[in-house]
């Protein structure tokens, strides 16, 4: 079988200067009764959910993302926070790009997903 190429790049490099709102947080479950699931809920058990309020590009604005962590202790709903120097940042935070083969209407598609994780939001020191 071959090896799946799955990129990883920084989380904060890639939001930086990006502003977000905290619109939801909780404790995650696994999505299904796979070894693989339960693991990953395990390793990082909450979930933040944001709103970029602020997109230096403009691409992203208004898109939301879900991001898994160890811990969402010191972040509350409706917070407001700034990924960059100064600002906050996720500590140890990687996005991680994953593909999968699927069948859909008897052909084979390829797609790509983005995962978002990291330990904690916390002050970029």
Known sequence: MTKKFKPTVDLNSALQ????KVIGKGVRTAYSDSAKSKDDVAEFPAYVRVTVVKDPT????????QIKLHSAENVE???????????????????VFWSNKS??????????NVSAKGVRIDAWN
């Open 17 to 20: 200067g990006i502003a977000f």
């Open 58 to 65: 403009g691409v992203n604005t208004d898109a939301e993302l």
């Open 77 to 95: 709903v409706g917070q407001k926070l700034e990924i960059g120097p100064n600002k906050m940042k996720i500590v140890d935070g990687q996005l």
């Open 103 to 112: 069948t859909y209407h008897g052909r084979d598609w390829i797609f790509t």
